[in-house]
């Protein structure tokens, strides 16, 4: 089983940046590709980005590209979102996940594990 735990969440005003973190461990998890989503309350659970494991091959959401980076290092078993030009709309918990499969997947259905989430509020 593969475990997963975000941190980097936080308060930030308009306009500024945060880096989450995932870091997976458990067997095999590089054989799985790595999605960020986010969570509103009552809303739905969004894909922002997911990032291939073994190639680095890397893919967004159209709402969040150019402003948010997904990147990996293997060393340190950790996938990245870097987070800029955050808007307030930007609230929400940030999950990562996993799953194994045709990539890239944007559907969260097809993700198998989840971290705990991060809580991301951004101010006006």
């Known amino acids: 089983q593969v475990q997963l735990a975000e941190s980097g969440g936080g308060l930030v005003q308009t306009g500024g940046s945060l880096r989450l973190s995932c870091v997976a461990s458990g067997p095999s998890f590089r054989s799985y590709a790595l999605g960020w989503f986010r969570q509103a309350p009552g809303e739905d659970r969004d894909f922002l980005a997911t990032?291939?494991?073994?190639?680095?091959?890397?893919f967004y959401a159209d709402s969040v590209k150019g402003r948010f980076t997904i990147t990996r290092d293997n060393a340190k078993n950790t996938v990245y979102l870097q987070m800029n030009s955050l808007k307030p709309e930007d609230t929400a918990v940030y999950y990562c996940?996993?799953?194994?499969?045709?990539?890239?997947?944007?559907?969260?259905?097809?993700?198998?594990?989840w971290g705990q989430g991060t809580q991301v509020t951004v101010s006006s």
């Open positions: 990032v291939n494991w073994n190639d680095g091959r890397t």
């Open positions: 996940a996993t799953y194994l499969g045709s990539f890239p997947s944007g559907n969260y259905r097809d993700y198998d594990y």
